[in-house]
Structure formats: structure tokens, C-alpha cells
């Protein structure tokens, strides 16, 4: 079975200051994927990012960053400089490689509501 | 590219009736789509996953008669509450996909209140 755990359940942060939000994940798959989604207040859920098990460099893109370690099963998210812009509900979630029965399904994390305040 | 478009956005009718949601991918094909429920302040939770021409498969605890998935062509699939009642009201939200190797891309899900 997999599992993501996001253990903080909110954060409040003052804008310009950096946040990060902790994933961690059980899988008994060799290979899977990682992903984290961002849901603001109307809803949609906006793609961020898609990792590879097997691919453990860490990823920039603008202000965001993000930091996989297998060794810990942790695939954390940095906001830098954080904008108001930037409260929502992010949702870190787990998919698992080919061969694996979770393939292609997303477990999702129960979400870590970001509130930046100005 | 990879755009899905959910409707309606909101539903609110009456408890009994059934209601149909649609999920349709714009620019590809859908070999694949899943249906999803939220509660509020909850996570997403898989409901069932189809794949074009085949049946849906459920997750445990999911009622298929309750929830009717079509998914007859590559770019549309149907999910159709069936004799609603207030506690089938929740936010419920379709991706798809077309290969393995792509991630799911969301609809911008659907708010259904059931009185």
C-alpha cells in the first residue's frame, strides 16, 4: 500500500519570508513517482512538479524548489520569498512505476494549507 | 496543451434525482481518467479509474451503482450520481491521461450540493 503523510496541516507565513512544505511517502515500489499540485481557494489543481524515483537531483523553477531524498522518502517543497499569491493548498502525492499495482494511480498527501499573509 | 474541461462547475438539485458530471480532454486522448472525490479540508480520494472501452474499476469502498463511469470515446468520460442524497454533496474532480508515462491532468472539478 503507499501512503503520503503531509504532517503540517497549515502554515502561515508573512510575505518575502520562505516556507517549506514536508512530504513524506511509503511505497514498496521500485520505481515511482512523486509529484506535488497546488488547489487555490476556486479549486482546480494546478501540476507543479513530477519527479522520478530514480532521478534524485534537486529541482529549481523560479521560486520554487523542491528537495527528494530516497534515503528519508521525502520529496519537501521550498517556496522562496513567499507572495500572497501563494496561499493554497498544496498536495504532494505518490504514483507508482510500471509493473507496480498502484501504476498510474495518485495517493495524495492530506494537504498543507499555505496562508501568506501581506 | 493537455487541457481537461469538467462540467458543469456547480450543481445544486434536489435529493433523488441523478446528475451527470462530464470530463473531456481538449487536445489528446484520454486513454485514461480518473474520478476523484473531496471532501472539504480533505483530501483527494480516488474513486475509480477507466480506460476507454473497458469498465471502470472501483476503489474498495466505492458503490458502482451509485456512481455510474462511462467512458466510451478518448475524450469523454461521464460520471453519473445516481438517486443522490445530501451526503453524496462534495467537490468532485476527473483527470486523464494518454499514456502511462504522462501525469494526469485535472479538470477544474465540480461542486455538487444535493438538498
Known amino acids: 500500500a503507499q501512503k503520503v503523510t503531509q504532517a503540517q496541516t497549515e502554515i502561515s507565513v508573512v510575505e518575502k519570508e520562505d516556507v517549506t512544505l514536508d512530504c513524506v511517502y511509503e511505497?514498496?515500489?521500485?520505481?515511482?513517482?512523486l509529484f506535488w499540485y497546488k488547489q487555490p481557494p476556486s479549486g482546480e489543481l494546478v501540476f507543479l512538479i513530477r519527479?522520478?524515483?530514480?532521478?534524485?537531483q534537486n529541482e529549481i523553477s523560479g521560486r520554487y524548489s523542491w528537495n527528494f531524498q530516497k534515503s528519508t522518502s521525502s520529496f519537501n517543497f521550498t517556496i522562496t520569498a513567499s507572495q500572497v499569491v501563494d496561499s493554497a493548498v498544496y498536495f504532494c502525492?505518490?504514483?507508482?512505476?510500471?509493473?507496480?499495482?498502484?501504476?498510474?494511480?495518485?495517493?495524495f498527501g492530506q494537504g498543507t494549507i499555505l496562508t501568506v499573509h501581506p | 496543451g493537455a487541457v481537461v474541461s469538467q462540467h458543469p462547475s456547480w450543481v445544486i438539485c434536489k435529493s433523488g434525482t441523478s446528475v451527470k458530471i462530464e470530463c473531456r480532454s481538449l487536445d489528446f486522448q484520454a486513454t485514461t481518467m480518473f474520478w476523484y472525490r473531496q471532501f472539504p479540508k480533505q483530501s483527494l480520494m480516488l474513486m475509480a479509474t477507466?480506460?476507454?472501452?473497458?469498465?471502470?474499476?472501483?476503489e474498495q469502498g466505492v458503490e458502482k451503482d451509485k456512481f455510474l463511469i462511462n467512458h466510451a470515446s478518448l475524450t469523454l468520460s461521464t460520471l453519473t450520481v445516481t438517486s443522490a442524497h445530501p451526503e453524496d454533496s462534495s467537490f468532485y474532480i476527473c483527470?486523464?491521461?494518454?499514456?502511462?508515462?504522462?501525469?494526469?491532468?485535472f479538470g477544474d472539478g465540480t461542486r455538487l450540493s444535493i438538498l
Open positions: 477507466s480506460n476507454e472501452g473497458s469498465k471502470a474499476t472501483y
Open positions: 483527470s486523464a491521461r494518454d499514456t502511462y508515462n504522462q501525469p494526469q491532468h
Open positions: 502525492a505518490l504514483s507508482g512505476g510500471a509493473g507496480g499495482t498502484s501504476y498510474g494511480k495518485l495517493t
Open positions: 519527479r522520478n524515483s530514480f532521478d534524485e
Open positions: 511505497t514498496r515500489d521500485t520505481t515511482y513517482y
